[in-house]
T-cell receptor
């Protein structure tokens, strides 16, 4: 149980284009999903918290106009990297939370490797 | 602000050796504690978690962790490692204050290599 998928697993795009990454909770409903970025040999850094039916909450330093997040249903959140540049190349990971309050646990997707040329 | 430190960046063990990975956090309030594992080419998987109650938590694949509140620690242990335990291990902490949760903060990870 608690399986989270991401699509695509890897994407290569030209500078200036937009890329959409999907995150789905396959066997549970997730009111809250999270988007992380992982740099090589570093830990996961939270980019934003996505709540179903409301605007995402972005972490300090994350441009909300560049990283558009939509959480239209309890099983799907999307991250769109707009006008991507080479410095946006990274590994993007989503998670979906199961349980509520003090019992909340995040389950992670397999990640999407983005390379911007 | 919350922070998590994992002291060992790389650990190399022979099969059947015992494992202990350190994790310390800084946060004065109530915490939820997690260990995640990332096997080569795979995504983060939950190994075990602590919310409350018995500070000794048992997880999957023979792993356990002990929450020592006075030391702000949540070390991961396994009595006898296998080659298949080769992976990167992340400690994560989520703090609670005033009924609201803080975000999940990850340590920098420990890369474990088990030699057959």
């Amino acid at each position: 149980g608690a399986v989270v998928s991401q699509h695509p697993s890897r994407v290569i795009c030209k500078s200036g284009t937009s890329v959409k990454i999907e995150c789905r909770s396959l066997d549970f409903q997730a009111t809250t999903m999270f988007w992380y970025r992982q740099f090589p040999k570093q830990s996961l850094m939270l980019m934003a918290t996505s709540n179903e039916g409301s605007k995402a909450t972005y972490e300090q330093g994350v441009e909300k106009d560049k990283f558009l997040i939509n959480h239209a249903s309890l099983t799907l959140s999307t991250l769109t990297v707009t006008s991507a540049h080479p410095e946006d190349s990274s590994f993007y990971i989503c998670s979906a939370s199961l349980g509520a309050g003090v019992r909340e646990t995040q389950y992670f997707g397999p990640g999407t490797r983005l390379l911007v040329l | 602000a919350q922070s998590v430190s994992q002291h060992n960046h790389h650990v190399i063990l022979s099969e059947a050796a015992s494992l202990e990975l350190g994790c310390n956090y800084s946060y004065g309030g109530t915490v939820n504690l997690f260990w995640y594992v990332q096997y080569p080419g795979q995504h983060l998987q939950l190994l075990l978690k602590y919310f409350s109650g018995d500070p000794l938590v048992k997880g999957i694949k023979g792993f356990e962790a002990e929450f020592i509140k006075s030391k702000f620690s949540f070390n991961l242990r396994k009595p006898s490692v296998q080659w298949s335990d080769t992976a990167e291990y992340f400690c994560a902490v989520k703090g609670w204050y005033g009924g609201a949760t803080n975000k999940l903060i990850f340590g920098t990870g420990t890369l474990l290599a088990v030699q057959p």
